[in-house]
């Protein structure tokens, strides 16, 4: 099992740019969630999934987008990124609270100049 | 809102000294989870806790949940080089499964 995967690993973005962060897991996992870390500080949730086709905000849902077509796949899409937005994003996936915990891919780290 | 504080935020040990870092929730959790993350990498689930008064231990953490179920501590005995990191303790956010996590307690272990 490969996890929880995301790309790209780094990614240095220009003001106004888009793009697509990538998260992939091989769990079966019907939940996944989008965090970003920003340096020295602890971890906000953006989005989350509780299964393929339905999305709820996190505490910092601004600025971000989500879709969850199927249950391996859960991208965030940032439009129009600011230098606000530069971070380390992580994707996680687990089962329902209760039943254990969460399992984090790697992370990308986004710089917007 | 709900809060998860930590305490210490950072601690730096001798190789070999004991370490402990505190949880504090301002509302009952149902659980608490803990999480390591080394410098550069991604967090790693190291626990949960369900039951009120839990105690598990892993080699040489012990993972303690407050009899009121909003507090946790991990204890470390006897440090390493390999335990350094940040560690995270986290709750449910209300009664639905986003996790709320804590500020952290960055350890630095010293050879």
């Known amino acids: 099992n490969a996890g929880v995967t995301q790309t790209p690993k780094f990614r240095i973005l220009k003001i106004g740019q888009s793009m697509t962060l990538q998260c992939t897991q091989d769990?079966?996992?019907?939940?996944m969630y989008w965090y970003r870390q920003d340096p020295g500080m602890g971890l906000k949730l953006i989005y989350y999934?509780?299964?393929?086709?339905?999305?709820d905000k996190g505490e910092v849902p601004n600025g971000y987008n989500v879709s969850r077509s199927t249950t391996e796949d859960f991208p965030l899409r940032l439009e129009l990124a600011a230098p606000s937005q530069t971070s380390v994003y992580f994707c996680?996936?687990?089962?329902?609270?209760?039943?254990?915990?969460?399992?984090f891919g790697p992370g990308t780290r986004l710089t917007v100049l | 809102g709900q809060q998860v504080m930590q305490i210490p935020q950072y601690q730096h040990v001798q190789e070999g000294e004991d370490f402990t870092t505190y949880c504090n929730s301002s509302?009952?959790?149902?659980?608490i989870q803990w999480y390591k993350q080394r410098p550069g990498g991604h967090p790693v689930f190291l626990i949960q806790?369900?039951?009120?008064?839990e105690v598990k231990k892993q080699k040489r953490l012990t993972f303690q949940f407050g009899e009121a179920k909003k507090n946790s501590s991990l204890h470390i005995t006897a440090t390493q080089t390999t335990d350094v990191g940040t560690y995270f303790c986290?709750?449910?956010?209300?009664?639905?499964?986003?996790?709320?996590f804590g500020t952290g307690t960055l350890l630095a272990v010293q050879p």
């Open positions: 509302t009952t959790l149902s659980n």
């Open positions: 806790l369900v039951k009120s008064g």
């Open positions: 986290a709750g449910p956010r209300g009664a639905t499964n986003k996790l709320i």
């Open positions: 769990m079966n996992h019907n939940y």
């Open positions: 996680a996936s687990s089962y329902p609270t209760g039943q254990g915990g969460q399992y």
């Open positions: 999934s509780v299964g393929a086709g339905i999305t």
